[in-house]
């Protein structure tokens, strides 16, 4: 099964971690990885790793808030949360992405037309 | 913005927020072996799994600190305290690094600070950045000032300016002193924005009609001095020129513009009709006024000059003999104005001191070479645990930079201890009789431009002793190094031995000008000049009132004789000079020549050797005679008698009209003994041919008066009677020749203290630099000569090598030295006629001290030699 570079996704690991936040709510770290990647259907090629500077990153913009709390499995672990600003952040996002997505799907059917 | 908060919260609690990483870490990891153990994997595989999918954690955890904190602040601030740490090792490298290098920086630092203060320091008006004088030079005239009705025509029109003001100088004399001051339009003050520091400044209704308000404003100095800072002074009546005025203030102490430190008082210019000189209402066509102006903040000084060329050209059209040449926009803010001349003389003082830096960095360089060889093995530990060269390099770069903190500390000392000496010195040695020379010094306090001098030329210094031992790192072998084996590195020497080349160099350079300027001013301390001139004084007058008052000071009982000259000989640079022919032996002679009435001879007692000098008549006819000096004689006319022989002048092209030999040739009448009519640093006049003149009204010449007694003041109550006799109310001044020549020798003494300064700290800077190279080499290579000396070479053989090699250094450095300074010498003689041409003798004793200093740091350290044990040196093997 093909995966998907890294670097093509460099920009968009942010906004697929807001958009998981955003739409299960508090999550620790292993619980958010997991959940990209099972979105991703496992087609995402970079190590887990990678998801904590990400997390401080958008933790230093306001955009998620983190505290520390007790897992189902009674581990103690640092729950993730999305915050308004990190709402409002998302819903830029996605509009970017969208319009963004658009535009190129245009060029490939136009040219696609044009052979 | 919020990331950078974020980033600075996180310094706070780093430690806490590293553990809790690793917390998250471990979570994460084990979740993720629990969901592969359900799958189905044994535990150590799940492990395993786990970690591949996680990536490092190690990578994890520096990508995540990398984010937090600001990583490269933090390595530099870890890089700044390794470096304190390890200086802290070493108290003796710090304490020589920060004199040696403080030493340098005190210096620089003082003479910016010195040209800071008066070059680019602004005044203290606000705004004076907006401050301008304008003037214009025309075919004849350099600086040409305007007119009463040039400058009411330029007020209206001159729309670029905030204001225009004018103001006339005016000199008067008070207690048979003369006194300057300037006559101000009414918004003068106003204009500067200057601020009284008693009563009031002068106000537009004050100048508002002619000899209406007879009213003044003293300067802050002459109310000192001489009212003795008397707080009542406002509202008394002072006698000036013809009329008494009321005080109505006292300016603040430093509230006057450039060229005007020694105005006493300014008055309305409406009052010019009290004061002896040019009344502007009276002589409408008399140019007198300068006008100053503040410029609108939306206007450029260029725009302003620009459009005052075309006003003028418009004002003044071509036939006109002030039309413009050049026009001139001269901006007031600083002490003195920043021209491209006061600009070069900068340069060149700061390149002189900048000279003694350079050798204090080349000094301390060595140190650190020496220093960076002995911490070799520790930079190839670094090195081999992984750490960059890029990396090791800057950790020494911030080594050096935290040195140059106690150096530049040093030196801001040494700035601040020499800005309160300096103008102490100055008070207490200057020459009495003197213009007082409080008006000219200003506060030397070391401001921001001096500090932010002072912390570049710190920084630029630590990088520059950095230079040599990082470039020295690129190129080090770690195998090598790390063994702690460098001796046969011949670059690194190489490089040391030019770095004290540098030094003796220098060394020798300052020298040979101290020397000369010492040899100079020990001589000139009794100068030979043929000339009894102590007794002597230039009256300076009015040339109108010249010849009266000239006659009338020749029957004067405490006057004993009256000279008129071209020049006043010791002064005012060297004679002028024109080409003679002599008739009777066609011998060509380029000679200096001075134009002088017949008393000039007795007045200085000149002895006539032969014949006699110029009669009255043919002084009053500026008859077509002349006498030689005895030198002069010599070489136009060898082994003949000179009197009644002809001399054929060449015209001469150059000088102002009025002071062209108005004669083609000449009869020899007289021999005098040979004297110094040029300058007094020149000695003795190699030729100079007298040629005759009487007091005449128009032409610029000095007059001279010679005293029954040493007593000046009796000297200057007969002038003053005798001026008032024939010239009430015209200002002048009795300049003791005494009193001018100390002036110009305090001067030139100055200038031989300044140079012996910097020669003493050079001669201490090629000491030390050898000393610590030499001492280097020593230790270095204890083994290599416990070897030789194994082998049968005597101590002495080793020591005389080193003595070879180290003389090759100090030869290399004291020729490009030498050379240097009789470049400089030929360069400032040429150009410059206060400096003296100096023989052979400052480069032997400048050179032989450079050397003499150089072999003692060089044998101090190899005394040592001769106490290596060979069987201990070999056993360090």
Known sequence: ?115 | MRPLIARLLALLRRRQLDDELSDEMSAHLEFSTADYVDRGMSLADARRAAGLRFGGTLQTAEAYRDRQGFPLLESLWQDMRYAVRTLRRTPLCVVTVAGTMGLGLGLVGFAFTILNAYLLKPIDLPNPHALYSFNWDTETTRRQRFRLPDYEALEPAARRFAGLAAAQDITVMQDAVSTRGLLVTGNYFELLGARPALGRLLRPDDAAARGAVAVVVLSHQTWRSRYGSDPSIVGQRILLGRQRFEVVGVTEPNAYLSGQESVSFWAPLTMASAFPGIDPWAEPDAASLVVVGRLREDVTAGSVRAWLEVWLRQRFPPPSDVAPVAVHLDSLATRIILDGKTLTLFVLIMSAFGLVLLVACANVTNLMLARGLARQTEVAVRLALGASRWRVARQLIVESLVLAVPAAATGLALIIVTARVFPAVILATFPAGVAPVENVLVPLNPDVRVMAFLSAAAVVSAVLITLAPTGRLAGMHLAHASRGDASSDARGSRLRSGLVAIQIGACALFLVGAVGLLDESSRLANPQTNLSYERVSLISIDPKVRAAVARRLASEAAVEQVAVAWKPPLMNGSLPTTRVTASATSIALNTGYTVVSPEYFPLFDIQIVRGRTFTPTEAAAGAAVAVVSEATAAALWPGLDPIGQTLDLAAVPEGRADRRLPRRRAQVIGVTEDVVNGNIFAGIDASCVYFPTDVQPLTDMSLLVRARTDDVELLRSAVTTAVKEVAPEVPFQVLPMRTLVGFALWIFQAFSVAASLLGVVGLLFAYSGTHAVVSFLVVQRTREFGVRMALGATAWRIVRGMLIETSRTAAIGLAAGLAVAAGLMRLFSSSNAILPTVGGRPFVVGAAIALIATAAGALLPLSGVARIDPAQALRTE
Do not use: C
């Open chain 1, 1 to 115: 099964m093909p995966t998907v570079k890294s670097d093509l996704l460099h920009g968009t690991f942010d906004f697929m971690v807001l958009k998981t936040l955003h739409a299960m709510g508090p999550l620790h770290g292993y619980a958010i990885a997991r959940r990209i990647e099972q979105i991703s259907a496992d087609q995402l090629a970079i190590n887990q790793g990678t998801l904590y500077p990400a997390l401080l990153k958008l933790q230093q913009h306001g955009w998620i808030s983190s505290k520390w709390g007790v897992s189902s499995t009674g581990r103690r672990v640092k729950f993730y949360s999305i915050t308004r600003g990190g709402e409002r952040q998302l819903g830029t996002e996605e509009a970017d992405w969208r319009r963004a997505a658009t535009i190129v799907t245009k060029f490939f059917t136009l040219s696609k037309a044009l052979k």
